[in-house]
Nanobody, 125 residues
Framework: QLQFVESGGGLVQPEGSLTLSCVIS????????MGWLRQAPGKEREAISC????????YYTGSVKGRFTISRDHAKNTVYLQMNGLKPEDTAVYYC??????????????????WGQGTQVTVSS
């Protein structure tokens, strides 16, 4: 059974940093992409970052590229999201996710079918 344990959310001031962590169990992560989704108030859930299972190739949506960094530790079954230069518009519930990378063109070629309960990130002064 696929399980996610997310941590690291909280309140941070603009231009601050946070690191999200997610331990994933119940699946062999060598064969799946991992990533992070977010859902801001009143908006749809969106994929913002992905790391492929086979080669660890990383992808970012335009709004976070250059500020967020995704990484993984296979030995710990853990995926991370380092978030720097946070802005008020980054306020959202962040979800760790598992899915597949595709050959689709564009900045986010990953499709996610399962995700965790989410962790709240609030950027405010």
């Amino acid at each position: 059974q696929l399980q996610f344990v997310e941590s690291g959310g909280g309140l941070v001031q603009p231009e601050g940093s946070l690191t999200l962590s997610c331990v994933i169990s119940g699946v062999d992560l060598d064969y799946y992409a991992m990533g992070w989704l977010r859902q801001a108030p009143g908006k749809e859930r969106e994929a913002i970052s992905c790391i492929s299972g086979a080669y660890g190739t990383t992808y970012y949506t335009g709004s976070v590229k250059g500020r967020f960094t995704i990484s993984r530790d296979h030995a710990k079954n853990t995926v991370y999201l380092q978030m720097n230069g946070l802005k008020p518009e980054d306020t959202a519930v962040y979800y760790c996710a598992v899915g597949q990378s595709t050959i689709r063109a564009g900045p986010m070629p990953c499709d996610f079918g399962s995700w965790g309960q989410g962790t709240q990130v609030t950027v405010s002064s």
